[in-house]
């Protein structure tokens, strides 16, 4: 993994080790070394920027947190809460030399058939693509940026 592969967010501090010949990566929010992949370099980078630049407490982003999706366990990547503890942003990961085509977006749409957040936001470091769901008249709107914390309280 190149930890050095510039994505299209602001660069970030994060501390490193090796273990059995696999880079690892601190994960502040889950407290632990994880395996630096490709798809958690992005993850890693977007949740500083969620936090950081987007104001959202660490308290209020669950990671890898479980749903069932027709019968099935799933994990969503990310999910963001507002200040309610009501979920309000779905983030799905994936890596820089994904191509985020219409699997990517039917899979944050299943997670959503459960979760129905108001926020999606798909990613792969460098290119991000967030919609607003509009659950009254069953449409949606892609966004010019990501919404802060908030706009995530409205």
């Known amino acids: 993994m190149d930890r050095t592969r510039k994505?299209?967010?602001?660069?970030?501090?994060?501390?490193?080790r090796n273990s059995e010949q696999k880079i690892e990566i601190y994960d502040e929010f889950r407290k632990k070394f994880v395996v630096?992949?490709?798809?958690?370099?992005?993850?890693?980078?977007i949740l500083k920027y969620l936090h950081i630049?987007?104001?959202i407490p660490l308290g209020l982003m669950?990671?890898?947190?479980?749903?069932?999706v027709n019968r099935l366990k799933k994990r969503t990547d990310i999910l963001v809460f507002n200040n309610k503890g009501i979920a309000s942003?779905?983030?799905?990961?994936?890596?820089?030399?994904?191509?985020?085509?219409?699997?990517?977006f039917e899979q944050i749409?299943?997670?959503n058939m459960?979760?129905?957040?108001?926020?999606?936001?798909?990613?792969?470091?460098?290119?991000?693509?967030?919609?607003?769901?509009?659950?009254?008249n069953k449409s949606y709107v892609y966004?010019?940026?990501?919404p802060d914390y908030g706009i995530l309280n409205e």
């Open 53 to 55: 630049d987007k104001n």
């Open 109 to 111: 749409a299943r997670y």
């Open 36 to 45: 630096l992949t490709p798809e958690e370099w992005v993850r890693q980078n």
């Open 143 to 146: 966004l010019d940026n990501i």
């Open 62 to 68: 669950a990671i890898e947190k479980g749903l069932t």
């Open 89 to 104: 942003m779905i983030v799905e990961c994936k890596a820089p030399d994904v191509i985020l085509d219409q699997n990517v």
């Open 114 to 136: 459960t979760l129905k957040v108001k926020y999606l936001l798909v990613t792969n470091g460098i290119n991000h693509y967030c919609c607003k769901i509009n659950f009254d």
């Open 7 to 16: 994505l299209n967010l602001p660069e970030y501090e994060f501390r490193y």
